[in-house]
């Protein structure tokens, strides 16, 4: 008997790809509902054409660029601010949390399981972790 295992696509190497969207107002605001919200699209100029080893290291790379934009930054609690420099999630609020998954989780709109494009910024959408365990249930 043969076994084969293929590692996960999140693991693999990739160049980061889409236009992202246009935000206003608070941009995490909605992450709580429906799909989510949008990578901004001066996140994604920064992005766009980089090439990542895996789905970390974009993850860290995504956040340390929402740390350079004086309008998103602005959004966030000092201790947050704190996390995303590093290249952290921030926390959510606690009736968002879940268990132990307490801060905004990078959704994939069309599932890497299913053949969704791992760095293409417009297949996803930032969600706080109880609306992130909602889609998956649907």
Request: proline share 4%; charged share 30%; glycine share 10%.
């Amino acid at each position: 008997m043969y076994v084969v295992y293929k590692e996960s696509a999140r693991n693999e190497s990739g160049v980061v790809t889409g236009n992202g969207e246009d935000v206003t107002g608070l941009w995490l605001e909605a992450a709580g509902k429906e799909l989510g919200v949008p990578v901004p699209s001066q996140i994604a100029d920064q992005l766009r054409g980089r090439e990542f080893s895996s789905f970390d290291g974009f993850r860290k790379a995504f956040w340390k660029a929402v740390s350079e934009d004086t309008n998103l930054m602005s959004q966030f609690s000092r201790a947050n601010q704190r996390i995303i420099k590093r290249g952290g999630s921030p926390f959510v609020i606690p009736e968002e949390t879940v268990g132990g998954r307490d801060r905004f989780e990078i959704h994939h709109v069309e599932e890497i399981q299913h053949g969704g494009a791992v760095y293409d910024v417009d297949n996803m959408r930032v969600n706080t972790p109880k609306n992130h365990i909602r889609i998956h249930k649907e």
